[in-house]
DNA sequence: TTTCAAAAGGGGCTTTTTCCCCTTTATTTG
DNA sequence: CAAATAAAGGGGAAAAAGCCCCTTTTGAAA
C-alpha cells in the first residue's frame, strides 16, 4: 500500500525536522518536505507534480502566515486536507482557521498518539476535531457568541496600519501625524475597531491584536 | 563510549516527542526522559539517581517556567548542563536566562545540524553561542544599555499582581478596588514600574510585560 | 448627473492617564 | 531606641483617551 504523503509547514526548522522524524515512523504514512513558510509551500507545490495528501500547516510564521497560506491552498489546491498546527489555543485563531478550509486544529502540546490518530482520522474522514478544539468551538457557539462579526470582515488597510501602530507607546496624535491624517479620523478608527472587537479600551485593542495574531509583536 | 544523556523539558508533547526521536539518532546522545513542565522535572531529578549530562529547557511552560525551573536547578543540579530552548528571540529574556545560569541558548528555529552542534559543544566547552544570539548579546552591550536594572531585581508579589491587572482593560481606579489599595498607591507602583522597565505609557507596560513573558497573555 | 454611502474630519465634553512633589505609616537596622 | 528606608497614600494639573453627535469630502452606483 501507498504510504499518504505529507508536508509540514512551520518555521521553526527543529520542530520541522523532529516531527518530520516522528511521522516517518508511522506506517501508512511519509513526509515529502518540509518548508519555513507559506511562500516556499506555494514554490514547492507549483513546481512539483507530486502533490501531498496532508499539509501540517503552522500559524505562527513570519514571512506568510497560516492564514494567508491556508486561503492559498482552498483557491489552489483544495483537494490537500490541511491540519492546522499550533499552539495557539484562542477561539477566534481556531475558527478562523477552519473557516478558511483546515480540515482539523491540532495543538502543540498533544500527545503523539492523538496525532498520529488525527493523521488517520483526515484521511478516512476527512477532518479531526480533537476534543479540546471541539470544546472550545462548542463554548464559542454556546455562549451566543459573534465572534462571527469579529471576523466576518477583514481589516482594511488603514485599519491595520492604525492597529499597528496603536501597539505601540505612541500617543493618537503622533500616530495621526505618522499616516498623515486627522487626529480625529484616527480617532474614528479607534471607535470603529472598538465596537468591532468589543474592546473598551486602547488596551483591550492590544490584547486583542496580540492574541490574534493581527500584529507580530511577540 | 557512554552515551551522553539528555533530558527534554517543553510542555509541547508533540515537539518534546519529536525532539527525543532526533537527539535518539545522534550517535553521541541520548534521551533519558522528557516532561511537560518544570515541577515535573524537579520530581524526576529527585526521585531518579540518574542524573542527565544535558537538560533542554523550554521557557514558556504553564506550571513552572523556565525562569523557576533553571534557578531550582542552578541551586540543586548546578552540574548538569543546560540549554535553553524557545521561541522566543527578545533580549531580554536571553540575557535572563544566560544570567540565571543557561550555558547556551537555543531558537527553535535553528537547523538540526547547529542543534547538533550545540550538544557538542556544551558537552566540550561547557558553553554554546548561537551566531545569533551572540550578536543580539553584543547589540544589548553595546547600545549602552542597562538591561541589568531591568532584569537585576525581580519584581515584588504586590507590583506583579499590579502588572497582571495592568494588562487588562481594567481601569486604574478599579484595579485599586481589586487590590484593596488606594488609586494612588496605584499610581505609585505605575510610576515604579514605568520607570523600570523604561516605558512612557501602560501600552508599553503591557507590551513588555507579554514580551518578557511575565504574563502569561497570549 | 443625481444620489447614496463610506471615509475623513470636527466640536465639545468627561474620564483616565501621567506626572511631580509632598505626607503618613510601617519596617528595618545601626 | 533612633534613624533610615520603604511602602502607602494624597493634591493637583496637564495630557491623552474615550464618547457622541455632527459636517464635509469623495467615490462609486443608479
Redesign the pocket.
Known amino acids: 500500500m501507498k504510504k499518504h504523503s505529507v508536508v509540514i509547514v512551520d518555521d521553526h526548522l527543529l520542530f520541522a525536522q523532529s516531527l518530520q522524524g516522528l511521522v516517518n515512523t508511522f506506517e501508512e504514512f511519509e513526509v515529502l518536505y518540509h518548508v519555513k513558510n507559506g511562500s516556499e509551500l506555494i514554490k514547492k507545490l507549483l513546481e512539483s507534480e507530486n502533490v501531498p495528501d496532508i499539509i501540517l500547516l503552522d500559524i505562527n510564521m513570519p514571512v506568510m502566515n497560516g492564514f494567508e497560506t491556508m486561503e492559498w491552498i482552498k483557491e489552489n489546491r483544495p483537494s490537500i486536507q490541511v491540519l492546522a498546527l499550533s499552539m495557539d489555543d484562542h477561539e477566534e485563531t481556531i475558527i478562523k482557521m477552519l473557516r478558511l478550509g483546515a480540515k482539523g486544529y491540532l495543538l502543540k502540546d498533544i500527545h503523539p498518539e492523538i496525532f498520529y490518530k488525527a493523521l488517520n482520522e483526515v484521511i478516512s474522514n476527512g477532518i479531526y476535531y480533537s476534543e479540546r478544539v471541539a470544546t472550545t468551538l462548542l463554548n464559542s457557539l454556546h455562549g451566543g457568541n459573534d465572534k462571527d462579526v469579529k471576523n466576518g470582515k477583514p481589516l ?1 488597510d ?2 491595520l496600519m492604525f492597529l499597528k501602530l ?1 501597539c505601540t ?8 501625524q505618522e ?14 475597531l ?1 465596537k468591532h472587537f468589543k ?7 492590544v490584547l486583542y491584536a496580540i492574541r490574534n495574531n493581527l500584529v507580530n509583536s511577540k
Open positions: 482594511k488603514t485599519e496603536a507607546e505612541m500617543t493618537y496624535k503622533e500616530i495621526a499616516m498623515c491624517l486627522s487626529p480625529k479620523t484616527i480617532d474614528g478608527y479607534r471607535e470603529s472598538f474592546v473598551k479600551s486602547r488596551i483591550g485593542l
